[in-house]
């Protein structure tokens, strides 16, 4: 570890000597400082260290929000172990495809999570360690409790700001989520500049509600550690519960990705509060929603530009600054805006969205041929497209073809994904899924299905059949069929056709 470095096991330290006391995390009628927080992680490494668990190894966490889960997060900081947390919105068979590409040495799961992998000790024993939230593990785990170990732990690992502190799971391009490989360096300067930006002191409270799983949530935690401000935790969001919790515990900031924040307005609207403490929410949501928090609130409302590849956001701003912008480009990256050959397009032309800076991840995990493909000549190709104005705001186009992403409630969906489960029902010779803008969620899939008959089935027993194959946040909200999609030359489904034919509104 050489002078220079700092990580996130670091500003734990550094928040346990300046803020001692104050309140770090805070878990129903519980309450964690800064100094209580350190011991906690520096407990659970030395029982990491007892099992053998060394730098670079990898721990799957399947487990809703808990202090817990951010001790992890601690411990494995000071121990140069990577934390790989798992959605726990995926079903067992996306859940196992992301284990095999993790070949992680433990797991943890919590009560929730025991019916996709409650059998797993028992049948996968490449996994060496089994451990579980609470005090009364099922059988095949331990309790992680017992892995706390009081008393001087051990000697810290040689953990650089450069090595790896987690891998965050994005969308299934190929099937299998990729896993973003975020370095200590990656969370620390983006956490930095969300402090600077939204001006975060000790005096914030954060609503950690979104799962510890994405990118907003973890760097969002450690935004407010860094400020040395408390993060108000909860398992899972509800929208009665977080009104109480924004009025009890004074809390200044929540994230959002739609339906949180109408979700939120309609709750403190049935229980007559005005949520006056609250001053930032920040994400993404449709442009009635924000005028409604700004109408009812107090508060501001953030967005940008980002992705979990580059550790948050790469352009931020409020929303009252520059009405459907993105923002401008953050003081620590470079975004060039570039044509299919990566040369730069004239201000007020779409192009891809290229990022460089301290912000952009290490690569993709166990995949070095499509790392190096996204980050070809020393860029970060997002797959994203925008345009600049003259004045140097940033502005959301699309995705590029290749990469057609939907996300309905702020998660990642393919559309192969969504297509390749469609296309193993009897009859399914071919299938088009893409995006359509939706009030609740702020997008939903819809999907064309080549079926003979055209009626052969309902739009209910596709949406069932995908449901039944993954995760139902992947399920179709709309169907339309026919008997024969549009092709181009080379005999694939023509998407922008489909798109044409059908509609961009859900049926």
């Known amino acids: ?98 284990v095999e590409r993790a070949a992680p040495t433990m797991m943890v799961a919590d009560a929730s999570t025991l019916p996709v992998v409650g059998e797993w000790p028992r049948t996968r024993h490449a996994i ?6 609470g005090d009364a593990p099922a059988s095949g785990f331990r309790a992680l409790s017992s892995l706390y170990r009081e008393g001087v732990p051990p000697a810290a690992a040689d953990v650089s700001s ?106 403190a609207h049935k229980l007559g509060s005005k949520l006056p403490s609250l001053t930032h929410v920040s994400g993404l949501d449709a442009p009635p929603t924000i005028q409604r928090l700004h109408a009812e609130t107090q ?37 060039r805006l570039v044509d299919d050959y990566d040369r730069d397009v004239p201000v007020g032309t779409p192009g891809e969205i290229l990022v460089r800076g301290p912000v952009v991840f290490q690569g993709y995990f166990g995949q070095p041929d499509v790392t190096a493909h996204t980050l070809r000549n020393g860029w970060h190709h997002t797959g994203d497209v925008g345009r600049f104005d003259d004045e140097g705001w940033l502005y959301y186009v699309r995705r590029k073809p290749e990469k057609e992403l939907i996300k309905p409630g702020g998660e990642n969906v393919y559309p192969a994904e969504v297509e390749s489960v469609i296309v193993q ?38 949406g069932d059949f995908v449901a039944s194959k993954i995760a139902r946040f992947k399920r179709p909200h709309a169907v339309a069929f026919t008997d024969a999609l549009p092709r181009t030359a080379d005999g694939t489904v023509d998407r922008e056709a489909v798109k044409a034919r059908w509609g961009a509104e859900p049926a």
């Open 162 to 267: 450069d090595d790896p502190l987690a891998v965050i799971s994005t969308a299934a391009v190929d099937v299998i989520p990729r896993g973003a490989v975020l370095t200590h360096a990656n969370v620390l300067t983006a956490s930095l500049v969300v402090v600077a930006a939204l001006g975060f002191t000790a005096a914030d409270r954060y609503l950690l509600a979104l799962p510890l799983f994405h990118i907003t949530a973890l760097g969002n935690l450690v935004a407010h550690m860094h400020a040395g401000g408390a993060s108000v935790v909860v398992a899972r969001f509800d929208a009665e519960e977080a009104v109480r919790l924004i009025d009890t515990h004074r809390i200044t900031h929540v994230s959002d990705f739609p339906p949180v924040l109408a979700n939120l307005l309609d709750a």
């Open 299 to 335: 508060a501001q409302f953030w967005t940008g530009f980002g992705q979990s590849e580059t550790s948050g956001f790469v352009s931020i701003q409020r929303v009252r600054d520059r009405p459907g912008a993105a923002g401008k480009p953050i003081p620590l990256c470079r975004v």
């Open 1 to 98: 570890m050489g002078a220079q470095s700092f990580t996130v096991y670091d500003m734990l330290a550094r928040g346990a000597a300046l803020s001692r006391d104050a309140p770090a995390l805070i878990q129903g009628p519980r309450q964690w400082s800064f100094r209580q927080l350190l011991e906690r992680a520096d407990a659970l490494a030395a029982g990491l260290a007892s099992l053998g668990l060394a730098k670079g190894d990898r721990i799957c966490i399947l487990a809703q929000n808990d202090v817990t889960y951010v001790d992890l997060y601690g411990a494995c900081a000071r121990q140069g172990i990577v934390a790989y947390p798992i959605n726990w919105r995926l079903m067992a068979q996306e859940v196992e495809r992301v």
């Open 425 to 462: 029902m009897d009859g399914v010779s071919a299938v088009c899924a893409y995006g359509v803008p939706d009030v609740k969620w702020g997008e939903a899939i819809k999907a064309v299905v080549e079926v003979r008959p055209a009626d052969r089935y309902t739009a209910q027993q596709v």
């Open 128 to 133: 060496t360690h089994w451990y579980q939230f």
